[in-house]
């Protein structure tokens, strides 16, 4: 198993809806495993792929994230008591003919209420008390350890220290979205020094994934090649992840909003939450998706994609460049 932190301290940056593409494409196109664990208060990512009423139902039955993390607080956690806190999404039926069903994949949703509870008391502690509860979460994840190929963690809006740090302390490989716009760029720094700071007294390493341009303008912009070209001397001076290809980059569209806003959780296949296959922004995250395979060692065959859509997404990149 291995975990993905989809990490970045600014909002806006895209973190939980590429959260929420990665796990529909990852288990439908690929078959992988999805765990999904949801560290937002908001819930964004939990509510795009799991209906709503799931979820309260849930919470009233005390099956959240945040159950789990107290059960770690107070002695540990058996791979039953994980197993109760995860709400599942089933496959969105059978493959047919240029249609791809939504593949099944599990969430660790976080409860508000309890979430700031929690908050709370691990803000009451002293800082050396505190310090004893940051790998709860990687705690509580390891009893699934063989249930799932990869789980994403998609991080709070804006920098809440301690579950930045245990969210961190709970990852293997960072994913960075970054949007080329120069104040989120020129904010990176911090976002790296955050990301050093969650290993000291630590022997877990967070080794580099990928950086992500999110939520780009028309290519041909300055502000564009500006970030693009920043970002390009940060990766060389190993002082970032290495971006991911252009062609896998998630451009700004209305498919993007779509594919998260009211009811896309219904969706059943492919298709119907992110358009037709051969559209650009649909061919960009199945790169994306085989993009991350790679670099995880866990390249797959299984999606290939069309030679239509391949040679119309490369028209228009030329187009925009």
């Known amino acids: 198993m291995t975990t993905i932190g989809i990490f970045h301290m600014k909002g806006g940056v895209g973190k939980s809806a590429l959260t929420v593409f990665l796990a529909d494409f990852l288990s439908s196109l690929h078959e992988q495993r999805i765990l999904v664990v949801d560290l937002d208060p908001q819930g964004s990512t939990s509510k795009a792929l799991i209906p709503e009423a799931t979820l309260e139902k849930a919470f009233k039955q005390g099956h959240s994230l945040t ?134 007294n630590s022997t877990h390493t967070i080794l580099p994934l990928g950086t992500l341009l999110n939520i780009c303008p028309n290519r041909s912009s300055s502000t564009y090649s500006k970030a693009r070209a920043a970002l390009i001397r940060l990766q060389d001076l190993n002082a970032i992840p290495p971006l991911f290809s252009k062609e896998a980059e998630v451009l700004h569209r209305p498919e993007a909003m779509k594919a998260t806003d009211w009811g896309s959780e219904a969706s059943k296949t492919l298709v119907a939450r992110y358009g037709p296959a051969t559209k650009p922004f649909h061919v960009g995250l199945r790169k994306l998706a085989k993009e991350v395979l790679d670099r995880l060692g866990k390249s797959s065959d299984k999606d290939k994609l069309s030679v239509v859509a391949n040679i119309r997404r490369k028209l228009r990149d030329y187009w925009r460049s």
């Open 67 to 200: 159950s789990l993390l107290w059960l770690a607080c107070n002695g540990g956690v058996s791979k039953e008591q994980a197993a109760v806190c995860l709400l599942h999404r089933e496959s969105g039926g059978k493959p047919r003919k240029g249609s791809v069903p939504l593949g099944p994949l599990s969430v660790l949703a976080t409860n508000r209420d309890d979430w700031r509870e929690f908050t709370e008391k691990i803000n009451r502690l002293d800082r050396a008390e505190r310090w004893k509860f940051l790998d709860v979460l990687k705690d509580s994840l390891a009893p699934l350890a063989n249930d799932f190929d990869i789980v994403l963690i998609d991080f709070p809006g804006s920098e809440i220290a301690y579950w930045t740090t245990m969210g961190l302390r709970a990852t293997d490989r960072w994913l960075l979205p970054e949007i080329p716009d120069f104040l989120s760029v020129s904010d990176i720094e911090s976002v790296v020094e955050q990301v050093q700071d969650a290993q000291k």
